[in-house]
């Protein structure tokens, strides 16, 4: 490898969404940093197979009320 051109490998403390954490290396931080995750394979959709129902009905007819005369002449 050459020298000079890699960033620093050390050692960081991740921190899962239920509180378990574990050691590892990464170029993230500084040596001893920790990484506190949001999202994870033990709380993911994609990992967990639970999906979290939206209320995209509410959020549509709530930009529409907001936004809805944008663009619209006022007739005076």
């Known amino acids: 490898m050459k020298s000079g051109i890699h960033p620093d490998y ?3 403390t991740v921190i899962m969404t239920d ?3 574990y050691k590892t290396r990464s170029c993230y931080g500084t040596p001893g940093a ?3 995750l949001d999202v994870d394979p033990k709380s ?3 990992w967990t197979g639970v999906q979290r129902m939206l209320d ?3 959020q549509v007819a709530k930009f ?3 936004f809805g005369g944008l663009g619209q ?3 005076g």
Request: charged residues 40%; hydrophobic residues 15%; positive net charge.
């Open 64 to 66: 529409n009320k907001k």
């Open 34 to 36: 920790t990484l506190r």
């Open 10 to 12: 050390h050692e960081i």
């Open 19 to 21: 509180g378990t954490e």
């Open 56 to 58: 995209t009905g509410g």
């Open 73 to 75: 002449r006022k007739k």
């Open 44 to 46: 993911h959709p994609a």
